[in-house]
């Protein structure tokens, strides 16, 4: 079984402690991942935006880097749901169906752990008082279901606490964040507040561009909420506590 | 009508607004999830309703045609209009040649769309909504913010004031001493309309569904002030957009299933009126149809945006959407609005006409909610991210905007790693650079940045941003893993 590793451009700009975390886990885990390092973006930024022409080397460079591989894992619902579901659109615009070949081989992080590698129990250890954003790609885009929840529940020393109205938007959505930013952030400021309301001290979900949003928010508000990505809690050891 | 984010300020600003929007949206909510959750064969019915709509819509000449023919053969008369002009001028000459100076109208959205009112009313034509909640927007001098609840915006308080102070003007005042009970208030209204109900020698509805082989138009409502506006005048107009056809009564059965549990979250609406042509001596004597096109056509032509014509008007995206929530209907400029009116507006008007229309397919985050309760499974974020594009598109050549120059930008560093990694190499620079400027230090002992210029200012007037890391992923792997 060949494996790579999608980290995604946010990731590999803004949270490369998290492509990190990805690999340090799937190592524990007994696989040996690689890093393509043709890859780039899955392309979505320019496709949710309109802009299609201009997807389109970034999304042939995508198929280009990821040719080969059995399974693409990324710690991104949204990139995996971009991968899944866009590139058809831009395979169409360029008139070239390679391009939508790699896409439905990506998964994102929870369900390549459950579905291929079948564990819900990855050995972490997190003693911490957790809620749980689903991120709206994860949850509507891919529909990863209560996968990441399992993992979580399996951790050690993790207090997970339900958070309140859990399958809302958080207000990021890319581009939307800064062209419609007053009606991003009062989004935004409403799921910052059910999270300070469950008292957890972290929040945690599978994408780091809406940790970036509500982080940011709860940064802002002096909150003293840590965001922090599902891979890196399920990196998480002993060593690490 | 200026573009959707400007548009968006005064709502987001009215904390009473958003009170009630929230309060409002939350409640059919949860009444809409709690009746839809008792059918088990929910998703047959959705992918049902789907799929009847675009049989209907792949041979809609033919089945505009069954119902035109239908209709004559029960002695309704049939008028066609291409746009919002032609038809208006038809529902005008009616209401001319029978020398009436008044209409009682129930709710019609094709009506709004094409505004039917204004028009009448230039020509000495007073037209009165009879729907409660329309009643309420008309009397308020305020326009609709949602297709089902029209006065979402407002609260009892407000509504007593505007019956207080308008009704007198308008017809039957309000009663004496008028609390905000809603009893109360709906019994004011009762009369003021009753009135107008018996007066009226003509009516102009909309209707929900036309079903072809009967030649029969259908109007779903809670209130029966939509029935006494179907039975009482002699002369009834009905203005229908050509997506309404269903071909047949087994066809109408999935919708009435669909429509009450997704609109208001009831089991079946309190009333169904079916009529078909002209009965002597029982309800209106002459019957008129206006099959309205207006952009309909246009949208049918639209490979991946046609399937905006199954809509039946039920509203569940606007309720569960969190867009619509924060900015209210008024923000879309149009009598559709929230997901539904995002797509459906442009779709009707074509992309690079106005920059209203233009921001509409932006007016959301794309978080799929409105996708999964739509009742005929309508992929709004999809069609949302087509319409974007042809946005772009039609904007190419010209000069171009700074986001254009930004995404071509980006489209040259992130279609090769090598570029990507050069530019990542500024990385280091920028972390010693804005570290320095990031006081605030992230919960973890992330330094933070919280202003930044435009255009980064769009982000840190509401929002921290972590400072760049001392270098990438990318340049991390090459050291450690070769
Ligand atoms: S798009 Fe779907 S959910 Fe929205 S009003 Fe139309 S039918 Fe209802």
Redesign the pocket.
């Given at each position: 079984m060949k494996v790579a590793v999608l980290v995604t451009c946010i990731n590999d700009s803004l949270f490369p402690d998290t492509g990190k975390a990805v690999f340090r886990l799937l190592r524990r885990l007994g696989v040996d991942a690689d890093f393509p390092e043709a890859q780039t973006c899955c392309g979505q930024p320019m496709v949710n935006t309109g802009y299609l022409d201009e997807a389109v080397p970034v999304v042939r460079a995508f198929a280009h880097a990821f040719a080969g591989y059995d399974h693409i894992v990324t710690p991104s619902g949204s990139c995996a749901g971009s991968a899944r579901h866009q590139h058809g659109l831009v395979a169409r615009r360029a008139g070239d169906p390679r391009l939508a070949e790699t896409g439905p081989k990506v998964h994102e992080l929870s369900e390549f752990l459950v579905d291929v590698l079948g564990v819900t129990d990855v050995n972490a250890y997190f003693p911490h008082r957790v809620t749980y954003h689903p991120t709206c790609h994860s949850l509507r885009m891919l529909g990863v279901g209560d996968k990441p929840l399992k993992l979580l529940r399996a951790v050690r020393g993790l207090d997970l606490v339900e958070l309140p109205a859990a399958e809302e938007c958080c207000g990021f959505g890319g581009t939307f964040a800064v062209k419609n930013a007053g009606t991003s952030t009062a989004m935004g400021a409403d799921k910052a507040r059910h999270v300070r309301d469950t008292g957890a001290e972290v929040l945690v979900a599978g994408d780091n561009s809406c940790l970036l949003h509500l982080g940011g928010l709860l940064s802002r508000q002096r909150s003293g909420v840590r965001v922090v990505h599902l891979a890196d809690v399920l990196a998480s050891t002993e060593e690490d506590a | 009508m200026p573009a959707f984010p400007v548009a968006a300020r005064e709502a987001l600003a009215d904390t009473q607004l958003r009170r009630n929007l929230a309060h409002a949206t939350g409640t059919i909510r949860a009444k809409r999830a709690a009746v839809v959750g008792e059918v088990a064969e929910w998703e047959e019915l959705r992918l049902a309703g789907a799929a009847i709509k675009d049989n209907t819509l792949r041979r809609l000449d033919e089945h505009l045609l069954t119902l035109e023919a239908a209709l004559q053969a029960r002695g309704a008369t049939v008028h066609w209009a291409r746009d919002a002009r032609e038809a208006c001028a038809v529902v005008a000459g009616i209401a001319r040649d029978h020398g009436v100076d008044e209409v009682v109208k129930v709710k019609s959205m094709a009506t709004q769309e094409i505004g039917l009112n204004e028009v009448l009313a230039e020509h000495g034509v007073t037209a009165w909504e009879t729907d409660l909640a329309e009643l309420i927007v008309q009397l308020g001098d305020d326009l609709p913010s949602h297709?089902l609840v029209p006065a979402i915006h407002r609260n009892r308080a407000e509504i007593r004031e505007i019956f207080r102070r308008e009704m007198g003007a308008a017809g039957r005042p309000a009663p004496d001493g008028l609390t905000d009970d809603p009893a109360e208030l709906a019994g004011a209204a009762r009369l003021h309309l009753r009135e107008k109900f018996l007066r009226a020698k003509m009516a102009v509805s909309g209707a929900n569904f036309a079903v072809a082989e009967s030649g029969t138009l259908v109007v779903v409502e809670s209130e029966g002030n939509g029935r006494m506006c179907l039975t009482l005048p002699e002369v009834l107009v009905s203005v229908v957009g050509i997506e309404k056809v269903v071909p047949t009564w087994s066809d109408l059965d999935v919708f009435l299933q669909l429509l009450p549990r997704?609109?208001t979250g009831e089991r079946m609406n309190p009333y169904t009126s079916a009529w078909s042509g002209v009965t002597p001596g029982d309800g209106p004597q002459e019957m008129h149809v206006v099959l309205l096109d207006n952009g309909r056509t246009r949208a049918l032509a639209d490979e991946v945006g046609r399937q905006?014509l199954?809509?039946?008007?039920?509203?569940?995206?606007?309720n569960v959407c969190p867009v619509y929530e924060r900015t209210g209907g008024h923000a879309y400029g149009s009598v559709y609005p929230?997901?539904?009116g995002a797509i459906l507006n442009p779709l009707l008007k074509g992309v690079g006409v106005d920059e209203q229309t233009d921001s509409l397919p932006y007016a959301s985050s794309l978080c799929g909610a409105?996708f999964e309760?739509?009742?005929?499974r309508?992929d709004?974020p999809e069609v949302l991210v087509h319409l974007r594009s042809q946005v772009v598109d039609a904007h190419r050549g010209g000069a171009p905007k700074p986001e254009a120059v930004a995404m071509k930008a980006a489209s040259w560093v992130l279609s090769d790693a090598r570029r990507l990694g050069l530019a990542e190499r500024g990385l280091g620079v920028a972390n010693r650079a804005l570290t320095r400027f990031g006081r605030r230090v992230l919960p973890g002992g992330r330094r933070a940045l919280s202003r930044l210029p435009w255009p980064g200012s769009l982000w840190t007037d509401a929002r921290d941003l972590p400072a760049p890391p001392r270098e990438s992923f990318r340049s991390w792997w090459r050291k450690e893993k070769r």
């Open positions: - | 297709i997704s609109s905006a199954r809509c039946i008007r039920c509203s569940a995206c606007l929230g997901p539904i409105c309760a739509c009742p005929v309508i709004i």
